[in-house]
Nanobody, 124 residues
Framework: QVQLVESGGGLVQAGGSLRLSCAAS????????MGWFRQAPGKEREFVAT????????VYVDSVKGRFTISRDNAKNTVYLQMNSLKPEDTAVYYC?????????????????WGQGTQVTVSS
């Protein structure tokens, strides 16, 4: 069982930056692929980024490429999402997710554990 707790959300102006963190419980964090997803009001949950268990492989949705960076610190049981050049359309609740696997996954249905989410609001 893994528990995930996101933090770092908030209100920021367009063009600004935020860094989200997702802290995981347990001693086998380096065995888990991690993902970030987001859900805006009235929309379905959307894939944002994923990282393999070692951190060696990452994938991003096209809309955030070049602006967001996913990373992880396995010694701290934490995965990060650095978000730069934020746009109003990035406004959503951001969730981290985990699956015990080496490779990365893009589908929400592939993940077994989810955090409670953190709100990101980008004003224009």
């Amino acid at each position: 069982q893994v528990q995930l707790v996101e933090s770092g959300g908030g209100l920021v102006q367009a063009g600004g930056s935020l860094r989200l963190s997702c802290a995981a419980s347990g001693r086998t964090f380096n065995s888990y692929a991690m993902g970030w997803f987001r859900q805006a009001p009235g929309k379905e949950r959307e894939f944002v980024a994923t990282i393999s268990s070692s951190g060696g492989s990452t994938v991003y949705v096209d809309s955030v490429k070049g602006r967001f960076t996913i990373s992880r610190d396995n010694a701290k049981n934490t995965v990060y999402l650095q978000m730069n050049s934020l746009k109003p359309e990035d406004t959503a609740v951001y969730y981290c997710a985990a699956r015990m696997a080496y490779r990365y996954y893009l589908l929400a249905s592939s993940y077994d554990y989810w955090g409670q989410g953190t709100q990101v609001t980008v004003s224009s």
